[in-house]
């Protein structure tokens, strides 16, 4: 059975800091590219990162570039999504997905979703 667990999120002031886990099992995890999806009240849903696990290529959303930062530890199947310079507009809910190829990070192309966490940022 996948199971995608997600752990990190919480409220923060604007300008923090955040690191989202995810912590995978079930599959093989060199095998797919794994990583963040989010979702605003009222918005759909948006690829924010991926990485290809076996060999480290990223990818991330305009909207995030510079501020987030996303890892992954193969020994632990463990994603990682470090946040920096959190603003208002990246309140959501983060969802960790896996997928097939890190650069189509769109929801229809996931394989499996974990239940996600939530990110909340005050100003």
């Known amino acids: 059975e996948v199971q995608l667990v997600e752990s990190g999120g919480g409220l923060v002031q604007v300008g923090g800091s955040l690191r989202l886990s995810c912590a995978a099992s079930?599959?093989?995890?060199?095998?797919?590219?794994i990583g963040w999806f989010r979702q605003a009240p009222g918005k759909e849903r948006e690829g924010v990162s991926s990485i290809r696990t076996f060999e480290g290529s990223t990818y991330y959303a305009d909207s995030v570039k510079g501020r987030f930062t996303i890892s992954s530890d193969n020994a632990k199947n463990t994603v990682y999504l470090q946040m920096n310079s959190l603003e208002p507009e990246d309140t959501a809910v983060y969802y960790c997905a896996v997928g097939g190829r890190y650069r189509d990070w769109v929801p229809y192309a996931m394989y499996y979703w974990g239940e996600g966490t939530l990110v909340t940022v005050s100003s």
């Open positions: 079930g599959f093989t995890f060199d095998d797919y590219a």
